[in-house]
């Protein structure tokens, strides 16, 4: 386990065995790629119906692979701590092109989340030109293989700092 400044402990990943939570947190995720699409961050078409529930549930095997016990083994044995859980699921999530557009965005955006619920911030500048956009330009060459999920955490971690009580 690693530690960020400030912190006495290590930063354990997020543990959620449960199909209610997954499907909760997957139906948070959808809402968060909508507000994207609603501030003009991301373009693209409203998911409805079939098309909806498809990406649903595209969205909670991500999910479910990155919070739940799979064969014995927790995500606590799976990763080094909430960044590597969050690198992980920001891979996943871009990689897979589960949106039509705003994939990239939309997992930095999951990935910054996750690691809150743990009372971590990361500082980040979100310059609205990618090409000026330091995270952006991560989660690109994240999906192109230029650089790998686990620089992606060790960004994470070196960019954290604890919440504010």
Not at 111 to 125: E, G, P, Y
Not at 159 to 165: A, G, V, Y
Request: proline letters at 5%; hydrophobic letters at 40%.
């Amino acid at each position: 386990m690693s530690l960020i400044m400030g912190q006495s402990a290590p930063i354990d990943p997020l543990v959620f065995d449960d199909e209610e939570a997954i499907g909760a947190l997957a139906s948070s995720v959808m809402y968060a790629h909508e507000r994207l699409l609603a501030s003009g961050k991301c373009y693209t078409t409203c998911m409805t119906g079939d098309r909806a529930a498809l990406i649903h549930g595209r969205i909670e095997s991500v999910l479910s692979n990155a919070f739940c016990t799979i064969f014995g083994q927790s995500p606590i044995d799976r990763f080094s701590d909430i960044f590597d859980q969050a690198s992980y699921i920001a891979e996943h999530m871009a990689k897979d092109h589960i949106f039509e557009d705003g994939n990239k965005r939309t997992s930095l955006v999951i990935a910054f989340v996750i690691i809150s619920l743990r009372n971590v911030l990361v500082d980040f500048s979100d310059n609205p030109t990618p090409e000026d956009n330091p995270y952006y330009e991560w989660i690109q060459d994240l999906v192109s293989g230029k650089r790998t999920r686990e620089e992606l955490a060790s960004e994470l971690r070196r960019n954290s700092k604890p919440m504010r009580p």
